[in-house]
Structures are given as C-alpha cells and as structure tokens.
C-alpha cells in the first residue's frame, strides 16, 4: 500500500521547498529522489485522510481538453504560467477555471507543476503526475504534454468504441430483462388468481401453477442473486485492498479477460517505461513509477515484486518471467534488451506492439458485442417461453 510523505527538498538552485510524494516505503522514498535534481533534505509520513481531504476531481473530459490546451500553448513557446492564463480562457468551465487558477496559485508561491497536480490526483493518473515531473527536470515539459496528448487521445477514442459498440446490445438485453420482471411480479400473480379457482376442483392444475411458480421464483431469486454479488463484487473492488487484489487476480486467471487486461496494462506500462527511461530515470526508479500505471492490482503488484527483484542485483527477464503474469513476449523482448543493452528500445517496441494489439481486441469486441448481447436476450427470452408461456397454455388447454 503506498504511503503519503511530507517531504522538505531543495532544488537545482537552492531552493527549499515542501512537496507531497507517494512511495511504499521510506527506502523507495530515498531512492525516487536520488535519482532527480532533487536533493532530499527531511521527510516525513503524513495521514491519508489529509490529502485526500484537499483532493478535487475535475472529470477526464476537462483533463483531456486541459492537456491538448497545455501541449499547443508551450509549443507556441508560452511559458507555464502564461500558458495556464490563456487555457483558463480557452476553456471557461468551472472545473477548468478552478483547475487553472489552483496550479497558477501554487506556481505563484513557488511550487512546481506536478506538486499542484498532485492536489487533483483523482482526476491526473501517476503516470500523468510523473511525466510531468520528469519533464520540468528534465526541461521537456513540452514534449511531455504532446506525448500525454496523443496518449489521452487515443485512451478516449479506444472507450468510444467500446461504447458504440455496447450501447444498442445492453439497451436491448435490459428491455428484455424489463419485459421479464413485469411478467414475474405483474403478469403472473394476476394469472396465478385465475387459475387458483379452476385449481380448487384440479389437483392437477393446481400442481401445475405451483410448479410454474416455483420455477419463475428461482429464475427471479437468481437473477437478484447474481446482481448482489456482482454489484458486491464493485465495493469490494473499491474499497478492500485485500478484496481488490483477489478479484484483479482472479481476472487474470479468466480466458478473455485475461487477454484484454494484460494487454492494455502492458500498453500502458511499456509506454512508461518508454518515456521514463528515454529521459534518463534509472530503471528501478522507472519501474517503481510503471507500476502505478496499471490498473489492475495484481499486475501492479507483481511489477513492483519485479522491480524489488532488479534492484536486489537479480537479472531483468528472469525477475520477470519469475512473476508469470506477463505475456511471453514481454519476456522475451526484454530478455532482448538485457542482451544488447537498450532497454528503451526494447518498450518503443513493445509499446508499438501491444497498442496494436489493444487495437485488435478492441475491433474484436465491437465486432461481437452486438451478437453476443443479442444471443444472450435470446436465451432468456427462451427461458422466459419454457417457464411461462407454454406452461401457461398447458394450463389453459387443462381448463
């Protein structure tokens, strides 16, 4: 679990200045920091619950808008703080004002960029925070926004398909789930006062209600049942450490879901990885800061096992191949640079790689959404016929 540092720095010029960072531990504090211009002269851990009280959130659109606002204003060769005046009049939300006018204020008290980022964490990913960080050390600031451009482009493109893709199936497959419960718990118990007055002279008809009754019960009982544990499933997911580590793990384990999240986190990972190490972070370090770009937990985890494994001297693949998460060719990619020596090579190319693959199964559920959704209505529609339907036309013809 990472914890919140309080930590007193002094920077290139002199300067002290306070900042908040995040880190496992008290050893992975001081390694993140020797590896930057930043020299580390005090620290200490702070509560939780005091950061996260000042975090706002802002939305991914207005993220999204803020970055491509930035990365053409500091090409135009605006500078940082000029820069945020003109977005805050480009964009004239509140969210962006509040955005805006929050990092200005802090830059104007001496803070760094990726410092006052850090207040809207919620909404600007580690990996965001970290690039940005890296490049005001490194002076590419501006590079660094048009690369985090491009990336939230395409990020927001790939859950527009998803979307598209969903949104006539799922309308569709509630319809008929809508149709289903009003027959359950409208329809029936009508019919069912029907047939109790017939079935007073018909032990058979009576049978034969209760039996359809039974029947449609279990199907409802199970369709609430799965619906608890599924939406139980999210809470845990996002508020149990424990809990959410257990569920990421047992994804991994699921034939397509799987798949599906070992590739996008390796897209997201390698494209750290790529951009850290092209700006001279130590691989370590690089790989401490990767970690976090994954979102799932246990991929997350068994990166920073790896990372904990490399910086104890063991080889770079094997650390890797040890964790038997990661898809082979990862390893083997990486078994490649660790031979030649160029490990930012390496990520460029497994970046390419699995954006492309993240591509491809993306066109693949686009392609098989709709048919798989509808198949499924289907199948409940036939569930709807087989306890419903032809048992209520059984009875009519007993009548």
């Not at 920073?304 to 082979?328: H, I, W, Y």
């Amino acid at each position: 679990m990472m914890k919140l540092y309080r930590c007193r720095v002094c920077n290139e010029n002199g300067k002290k200045e306070t900042i908040i960072h995040e880190a496992a531990n008290e050893e992975a504090l001081v390694r993140y920091f020797s590896g930057t211009t930043l020299m580390l002269i005090s620290y200490k851990e702070t509560a939780s619950a005091v950061r996260t009280a000042h975090r706002a959130r802002v939305g991914g659109a207005v993220v999204m808008r803020f970055t491509e606002s930035m990365a053409a204003l500091l090409r135009a060769g605006l500078s940082v703080q000029e820069s945020l005046r003109v977005c805050m009049k480009i964009d004239k939300s509140e969210k962006n004002k509040l955005l805006c006018t929050e990092l200005l204020a802090a830059l104007m008290k001496g803070e760094r960029l990726h410092s006052a980022l850090e207040l809207f964490s919620p909404s600007f990913p580690p990996l965001y925070i970290s690039l940005v960080r890296i490049g005001e050390s490194a002076g590419s600031i501006t590079d660094v926004f048009a690369r985090l451009a491009a990336y939230l482009a395409i990020k927001k493109e790939t859950r527009q398909k998803i979307t598209q893709a969903l949104v006539y199936p799922i309308a569709v497959l509630i319809t008929a789930v809508c149709v289903i419960a009003c027959i359950v718990f409208f329809v029936f118990p009508r019919l069912e006062a029907v047939f109790d007055v017939f079935a007073e002279n018909s032990v058979q008809v009576a049978s034969s209600v209760d039996s359809m009754y039974r029947s449609l019960m279990a199907v409802a009982v199970a369709a609430v049942a799965l619906l608890f544990a599924a939406m139980l499933a999210v809470l845990l997911h996002r508020f149990s450490a424990r809990a959410r580590m257990a569920i990421d793990a047992l994804l991994l384990r699921l034939p397509f879901f799987a798949q599906y999240i070992k590739t996008t986190c390796t897209s997201d990972f390698s494209f750290s990885m790529e951009l850290l190490c092209s700006s001279g972070v130590p691989l370590v370090q690089a790989l401490e800061q990767s970690a976090h770009v994954a979102r799932n937990a246990a991929y997350r985890e068994a990166v920073l096992r790896a990372g904990r494994d490399v910086s104890q001297g063991k080889l770079f693949s094997e650390s890797f191949e040890k964790q038997r998460v990661f898809p082979d060719y990862v390893v083997t990619w990486i078994g490649i640079g660790e031979s030649t020596g160029s490990v930012q090579t390496v990520f460029s190319q497994l970046h390419r790689y699995y954006e492309k693959e993240s591509a491809r199964i993306i066109a693949n559920i686009t392609v098989s959404a709709e048919p798989a959704f509808i198949l499924l209505t289907g199948i409940l529609l036939f569930v709807l016929v087989g306890q419903f339907v032809l048992p209520v036309f059984s009875l009519l013809g007993a009548l």
